[in-house]
């Protein structure tokens, strides 16, 4: 859903005006370029990690236990490879694919290798606290921690 430019808040989609401050809203034109949702975010995710963990699976690669029923190991290397290099080469994992989601810098050039990493690392590593810092720190422009501090942002190809 596309945001209020004056207040940030929610408004549906082909809106001409703001519900929370009445401010007029500009009517996007075909090819424009919207924020994805978290929700968006979150089934491209859940698609990759369907994707990811048939392929795992076969490879049954060694882990060590760190805690509970936590492990790291070459899966979640390969996971990281995975998002850092569809990321950087092709601005979108299979899961953003088929959801019609890309990641850009804020201004819209692709990723080097350096953001793609940073991005990538939050998924992987550190994906709970990655999103609940960013779902109340950066909501207006839905972004992660490390979509932050990488300054990129997920978009929808409409």
Not at 21 to 40: K, M, N, R
Not at 100 to 126: M, Q
Request: proline share 4%.
């Amino acid at each position: 859903m596309p945001y209020c430019e004056k207040c940030g808040a929610m408004i549906e989609e082909g809106a001409a005006y703001c519900p929370k401050c009445g401010a007029e809203l500009a009517v996007p034109e075909p090819g424009v370029i919207e924020l994805a949702t978290w929700t968006q975010r979150f089934i491209a995710l859940i698609i990759d990690g369907i994707i990811l963990g048939i392929v795992l699976m076969f490879l049954n690669l060694p882990g060590y236990r760190v805690m509970g029923g936590l492990t790291f190991g070459a899966n979640n290397v390969l996971q990281f490879l995975y998002f850092m290099f569809m990321d950087h080469y092709y601005g979108q994992s299979i899961g953003k694919k088929v959801m019609n989601l890309r990641i850009t810098k804020e201004g819209g050039a692709p990723l080097n290798l350096l953001d793609a990493a940073i991005e990538s690392f939050g998924k992987v590593f550190l994906l709970p606290i990655d999103v609940l810092v960013g779902y109340f720190m950066y909501r207006g422009k839905n972004q992660r921690l490390f979509n932050y501090l990488s300054d990129t942002v997920v978009i929808r190809e409409i």
